[in-house]
């Protein structure tokens, strides 16, 4: 079993950053490769970013290219840089721990084992 628990969202205008944390607990992120999922209000839950267990791959939605970065400080900690932020980047964010896609350059829903609780990030114009 993993626990992850995310932290760092809130609130910023537009242009501004923030950095999510997903922090792992119970089987380590070594053993799984590890994205995140934002959600929307009244959408579905849209894949934004991921890297590999060694941490030497990363991928990314377009719409976030440029602007976000993904990485692994720590063993059990993954980040999630947020620049340049967009009032479209509202959402609910969510990290999960399973296996990419290396065809398809995600980490798919159906792929991940583990979700944390999810954390809401907020972008004013």
């Known amino acids: 079993q993993v626990q992850l628990v995310e932290s760092g969202g809130g609130l910023v205008q537009a242009g501004g950053s923030l950095r999510l944390s997903c922090a792992a607990s119970g089987r380590t992120f070594s053993s799984y490769d590890m994205g995140w999922f934002r959600q929307a209000p009244g959408k579905g839950r849209d894949f934004v970013a991921a890297?590999?267990?060694?941490?030497?791959?990363t991928y990314y939605t377009d719409s976030v290219k440029g602007r976000f970065t993904i990485s692994r400080p720590n063993t059990n900690t993954r980040y999630l840089q947020m620049n340049s932020l967009k009032p479209e980047d509202t959402a609910v964010y969510y990290c999960a721990a399973g296996d990419l896609d290396y065809g398809l350059r995600v980490l798919r829903p159906r792929d991940s084992d583990y979700w944390g609780q999810g954390i809401q990030v907020t972008v004013s114009s």
């Open positions: 890297i590999s267990r060694n941490g030497r791959t």
